[in-house]
């Protein structure tokens, strides 16, 4: 009971995106955890992206460990990422490709991170897991982003339009927010692209800006930092205006 009540605490701080309370939980379950395989393994996966996150690891080695872990767990997915079968994933183990897929971004390996999410959704649609609706939301948000990444910035747009009304339905803060300034960052390459007119530039400007005031509403410290990133990168100017 101990461990289950430190695994809450844990993910409760990673969803929240703390990562140095999340560590402090996550010492608590080393201490606490037995022999058991799964545990062992939940504690192996979850520490690697925090300590990702807190930057004791690369991306890379991120990738490395999370590949040696499914190598453990589900060795047979490479055969399902280009085949017709659709294998029927356990939840721990959806969660773990997820993370892999995830990894992968990071070092800019889309395609693999496209793989790896096209094999979950065929896999989830199969409607055999309860709850299924919500594990898909956020690995087609992901999905939508590795889509961006590689120029098919329609297939993204489709892919956001399919979440957002699910997001909102299910009132999915991260991937609502997610989703809406993934739409307009779409909409930007597309006017670089030619694909939308360059009229349309202002309200993707005004929109990014309400999605961040938003955020800011909210409370939502790591969405708020990457929203203002990108605007004042892109725009040339601050995204909140000073108070004199």
């Known amino acids: 009971m101990e461990l289950i009540e430190e ?43 925090l300590d990702y996150y807190l930057q004791r690891m690369t991306a890379e080695q991120l990738v ?32 773990l490709l997820k993370r892999l ?3 992968y971004g990071r070092i800019d390996e889309h395609p693999k991170s496209i793989k790896i999410c096209e094999m979950l959704l065929c896999s989830l649609r199969e409607g055999y897991m309860a709850e299924w609706e919500i594990e898909e939301l956020s690995i087609v948000a992901n999905l939508s982003k590795y ?8 297939k993204s747009m489709e892919l956001c339009e399919y979440v957002l009304p699910k997001a909102r339905k299910h009132a999915y803060a991260y991937v609502l927010y997610f989703i809406l300034f993934d739409i307009e960052w779409n909409k930007i390459k597309m006017i670089e692209t030619g ?29 708020m930092r990457n929203i203002k990133n990108f605007y004042e990168e892109y725009f040339g100017e601050a995204i909140e205006l000073s108070i004199l």
């Open 101 to 103: 897929a995830v990894a």
């Open 195 to 223: 694909e939308l007119d360059q009229g349309e530039l202002e309200g993707c400007k005004e929109h990014i800006k309400g999605i961040y005031y938003t955020c800011r509403a909210k409370n939502n410290q790591i969405d």
């Open 147 to 154: 889509y961006g990444a590689v120029g098919e910035y329609c």
């Open 7 to 49: 695994r809450e605490y844990f993910e409760d701080a990673m969803a929240k995106h703390d990562f140095l309370k999340a560590d402090i939980y996550m010492a608590r379950m080393k201490e606490i955890a037995g022999e058991d395989v799964s545990t062992q393994r939940y504690i192996r996966r979850e520490s690697a992206f």
């Open 64 to 95: 490395a460990e999370l590949e040696q872990l499914a190598e453990e767990v589900v060795p047979w997915y490479k055969q399902f990422l280009d085949s017709e079968v659709v294998y029927p994933f356990r939840e721990q183990e959806i969660t």
